[in-house]
């Protein structure tokens, strides 16, 4: 009889943000037996410069790399919440959203944006760093949402919060064998990444600066909140 799986919870606020905040932690995982699921809480329809593309299209083909993308990573559940790029508010609907998905899929560890990240320009990802924190407390307390519990949807409380972009980072994960893992699954993003000139050699450096620090060939860094 095999032990239960360890499950992952990963929250991005568009197609491509999982992959850039922690694809090599997730592949990592991923070959370690995790359970791992993909929450994408817009559509990512604003993120062109093509005059041809329109908001529609762009959906589309966006879900279509971000699938391709995890399955490159080892992730085979993605789920799209499809809001509007740019237009996401730290709302109690939204913080209510996650805590339902917080409390359905019992993740042991959280992955998502810091929204405290000084300079950040995109309103998504401090709405989504934000309503994911907030997400886990009503998660993880009973009397939040206690409607859920009269249905049998009980509380969930994971072991930690990991965020990505952090500006004081506190844990570094080796993933000195995933740097080319995590390359991969960002070229699935053709939308983003085919014009862009040198982001891989960029990537590639800033893992391995943050890795050099902490004695690993390349790693990951995140600000670790036990919960």
Not at 34 to 55: E, L, Q, R
Not at 163 to 172: F, R, T
Request: charged share 25%; glycine share 8%; hydrophobic share 40%.
């Amino acid at each position: 009889m095999t032990d239960e799986p360890k499950r992952a919870l990963v929250i991005g606020a568009h197609p491509d943000d999982n992959e850039f905040g922690a694809g090599g932690t997730i592949a990592k995982l991923a070959d370690q037996g995790w359970d791992i699921t993909f929450i994408i809480a817009t559509n990512g329809n604003k993120g062109s410069h093509d005059p041809a593309m329109s908001s529609f299209r762009l959906s589309e083909i966006r879900e279509q790399e971000q699938r391709a993308a995890a399955e490159v990573l080892g992730v085979r559940r993605v789920i799209f919440l499809r809001n509007n790029d740019g237009e996401l508010e730290p709302s109690p609907a939204l913080r209510a959203e996650f805590a339902l998905y917080i409390r359905h899929f019992k993740p042991h560890a959280i992955y998502t944006h810091d929204p405290w990240k000084h300079y950040m320009l995109h309103p998504d990802h401090r709405a989504v760093g934000f309503a994911v924190i907030e997400a886990v407390v009503s998660a993880r307390d009973h009397l939040f949402m206690p409607g859920l519990g009269q249905i049998g949807i009980g509380v969930w409380r994971p072991e930690a919060l990991y965020l990505w972009g952090a500006e004081q980072p506190d844990y570094a994960e080796d993933v000195s064998d995933y740097v080319d893992r995590k390359i991969a699954a960002l070229r699935e993003h053709h939308t983003q990444l085919d014009e862009v000139q040198g982001w891989e050699e960029r990537v590639r450096q800033r893992m391995a600066e943050a890795g050099k620090e902490h004695g690993f060939a390349a790693a990951e860094m995140f600000k670790k909140l036990p919960v």
